[in-house]
């Protein structure tokens, strides 16, 4: 990774890996424009338990995001599995010790994505991703979907949005990520980087 490239953040919760899965395949766009890097980060999950911690590095997959990575990232695509149509209370948790980068204009004019996934077909992909934007608007995020120049959106009998790229899981979780998921997925990922880069460079050549 370049240190003077602009970094996307994909920030996600996954319990089982199906959001992970649309993740990566969101930062495979992203790294798909020639200078830009993806950093993948997720969060630990909430417990009932008032004294359970988790451990300070994940088992597997991403490492868990720290507020460095919202103050060094020039957009962010954040994703969440759908909890009765809302995103995931460990996401939700993490959104809301976020003061501090409220109050600091931390995330302020920078390009932002979301994501989810679900167990059924019409699970509340489309409010979860809704309930996603809220949090980002109120820090100033420029929210971005994914335009009908897409013909996957027409096309596509699993997941994909216009509000953002979606995937159909199964109710076990097992269901691959589709043809056109992905190329919702890749697309979005392309289309948040060439914006951030485009921000970017205006922020630097200004400076």
């Not at 020639?34 to 088992?59: N, W, Y």
């Not at 597997?60 to 969440?80: K, M, R």
């Not at 309930?131 to 997941?159: K, V």
Request: charged share 15%.
């Amino acid at each position: 990774m370049n240190q003077t490239n602009p970094i996307i953040l994909v920030l996600y919760y996954s319990r089982h890996g199906a959001t992970r899965k649309l993740a990566e395949m969101i930062a495979q766009g992203i790294e798909s424009v020639p200078g830009v890097d993806a950093r993948l980060r997720t969060v630990p999950a909430v417990s009932s338990v008032a004294e359970a911690t988790a451990p300070a590095i994940p088992a597997a997959g991403a490492p868990y995001v720290e507020a460095q990575d919202l103050a060094e990232c020039a957009g962010l695509a954040l994703g969440s599995p759908t909890r009765f149509g809302n995103m995931a209370a460990s996401l939700k948790y993490f959104l809301d010790g976020t003061a501090a980068e409220w109050l600091a204009g931390t995330l302020s004019g920078k390009p932002a994505v979301v994501f989810t996934s679900t167990g059924s077909l019409h699970g509340g992909q489309e409010s979860t991703l809704l309930s996603m934007m809220i949090p980002l608007l109120h820090h100033g995020m420029m929210i971005m979907g994914l335009p009908y120049s897409n013909p996957e959106l027409m096309t596509t009998t699993s997941g994909g949005t216009p509000y953002g790229p979606t995937h159909w899981a199964g109710v076990d979780g097992d269901k691959p990520v589709s043809d056109d998921e992905k190329r919702l997925a890749v697309a979005m990922g392309r289309r948040l980087a060439e914006t951030a880069a485009r921000l970017h460079g205006a922020r630097q050549g200004a400076n």
